[in-house]
């Protein structure tokens, strides 16, 4: 069974960069049918889509997002991570990871999410 | 506001039937076939239910399930049952490498 834990910080001020980690077990990140993502949900919102990496190196990411974000994986340690610069107020959300399936085009394994708060 | 549209809520008794609607456009729920519904629990990441439009992962009860027409999917949860209550979200591919999510809809179960 795959496991996705997300962990970082949970406060960051205005216009710094939110930093997370997402901690794969169960399952190598090296793997070449999946893609790991990022996915984030404000309060009381819909799901957002943030940006995907594959083993590769290939990324994707929300067009929306696109200047700001940035996705990488370390396979040495089965992590991926998020960093999204010039962080606002509207920037916090629960930021889950996911793993995105190929051969089912849909997101199969999420973690538990964390919340990251954006404030002074 | 969400690129996939759902009703904030819908309900219903245990045993009957209840359908969530989601609505995109034709960039991208109407363009493919790639529809999926998550279920979350409070406090829980989301749960795959329903996968290209109409595909249920192994470990989903059959009373789960999908469809499309047009621009808008359907998730119809039948023989409704009090663990079913929960808020439901649909996802779309939306070509150029991007994906599209709907705003969820809480599910009651009276």
């Known amino acids: 069974q795959v496991q996705l834990q997300e962990s970082g910080p949970g406060l960051v001020e205005p216009s710094q960069t939110l930093s997370l980690t997402c901690s794969v077990s169960g399952g190598s990140i090296s793997s070449g049918n999946y893609y790991w993502s990022w996915i984030r949900q404000p309060a009381e919102k819909g799901l957002e889509w943030i940006g995907r990496i594959h083993s590769s190196g290939i990324t994707h990411y929300s067009p929306s997002l696109e200047s700001r974000v940035s996705i990488s994986a370390d396979t040495s340690k089965n992590q991926f991570s998020l960093r999204l610069s010039s962080v606002t107020a509207a920037d916090t959300a629960v930021y889950y990871c996911?793993?995105?399936?190929?051969?089912?085009?849909?997101?199969?394994?999420w973690g538990q999410g964390t919340l990251v708060t954006v404030s002074s | 506001q969400s690129a996939l549209t759902q009703p904030p809520s819908a309900s219903g008794s245990p045993g009957q039937s209840v359908t969530i609607s989601c609505t995109g456009t034709s960039g991208d729920l109407g363009s493919y076939n790639f529809v999926s519904w998550y279920q979350q629990l409070p406090g829980k990441g989301p749960k795959l239910m329903i996968y290209?439009?109409?595909k249920r992962p192994s470990g989903v009860p059959d009373r789960f399930s999908g469809s499309k027409s047009g621009n808008t999917a359907s998730l119809t949860v039948s023989g409704l049952q009090a663990e079913d209550e929960a808020d439901y979200y649909c996802s779309s591919y939306a070509g150029n490498y991007n994906w599209v999510f709907g705003g969820g809809t809480k599910l009651t179960v009276l």
């Open positions: 290209e439009v109409t």
């Open positions: 996911a793993r995105y399936q190929s051969f089912m085009d849909t997101f199969d394994y």
